[in-house]
C-alpha cells in the first residue's frame, strides 16, 4: 500500500517562503501523477498543484506565480516550494496520488500544517 509522509511544515509570515517535502513508499512513484493538496480550517481539502511522472505541472489559479512543485523520481521525493506566502495559504498540506478522493479521509495521511501569519 502506498505511503506518503509529508514534512516542512510550520510558521511562515506573510510575503516569505516555505518548501515542504513528500516522500513516497509502496508505490509506482515514477509513474504516477502527483498532487499535493490543501485543507485549510472550516474549508474542503483542494488540490493546490499537480506533477506528471515526466515533470509538467499544473497550478490552482490562485497559487499560480507563487508556488513550483517539482519531484526527484530516483528518490521517491516531491517537494513544493511556496513564495510569497499568504495568509489565505494556511492549511494542512497533503501529497498524494493525483485523482485520490478529496473528501474520504482514509485515502489520506496526517500532513504537515502551515500557518502563515505576521
Known amino acids: 500500500q502506498a505511503q506518503y509522509v509529508e514534512c516542512g511544515g510550520g510558521l511562515g509570515q506573510p510575503g516569505g517562503s516555505l518548501t515542504l517535502s513528500c516522500t513516497a513508499s509502496?508505490?509506482?512513484?515514477?509513474?504516477?501523477?502527483m498532487g499535493w493538496y490543501r485543507k485549510a480550517p472550516g474549508k474542503q481539502r483542494e488540490l493546490v498543484a499537480a506533477?506528471?511522472?515526466?515533470?509538467?505541472?499544473d497550478y490552482l489559479d490562485s497559487v499560480k506565480g507563487r508556488f513550483t512543485i517539482s519531484r526527484e523520481n530516483a528518490k521517491n521525493r516531491m517537494y513544493l516550494q511556496r513564495n510569497d506566502l499568504k495568509t489565505e495559504d494556511t492549511a494542512i498540506y497533503y501529497c498524494?496520488?493525483?485523482?485520490?478522493?478529496?473528501?474520504?479521509?482514509?485515502?489520506w495521511g496526517q500532513g504537515t500544517e502551515v500557518t502563515v501569519s505576521s
Open positions: 498524494n496520488s493525483y485523482g485520490t478522493p478529496l473528501y474520504e479521509d482514509r485515502w
Open positions: 509502496g508505490s509506482n512513484f515514477a509513474l504516477e501523477t
Open positions: 506533477i506528471a511522472s515526466g515533470g509538467v505541472a
